[in-house]
């Protein structure tokens, strides 16, 4: 069994985590503001909460969902340029190459 579905037996679904986020968050809001940790503490489950809402909506680049996405990639690395010579060219042209 899955520790999700075992939390969710057990009463601890997704509202009830929700539910418990927001009456902490409230606390956290009515206590004093000179406490730097309680400061850095709401931040810590503000920033938490908002990574549960992103994840449970689908991201804006996705698409249409299921589709699948066609992506081609192109990279155009321009050849250095070679000195002239003579030589080189004739090899490069084929005629400096003997076949047995």
Do not use: W
Not at 7 to 28: C, F, M, P, S
Request: charge should be negative; proline fraction near 5%; charged fraction near 35%.
């Amino acid at each position: 069994m899955r520790i999700g579905d075992a939390l969710r037996r057990e009463g601890l679904d997704e509202h009830a985590v929700a539910e418990t986020y927001a009456q902490e968050v409230e606390k956290l809001k009515n206590k004093r503001k000179s406490d730097g940790g309680t400061e850095k503490l709401l931040f810590d489950i503000m920033k938490e909460c908002s990574r549960h809402l992103e994840s449970s909506r689908p991201t804006e680049r996705s698409g249409a969902g299921d589709t699948p996405v066609t992506v081609q990639l192109v990279h155009v690395v321009p050849r250095p340029e070679r000195p002239f010579s003579e030589k080189g060219n004739a090899e490069v042209a084929g005629e400096g190459v003997t076949s047995g």
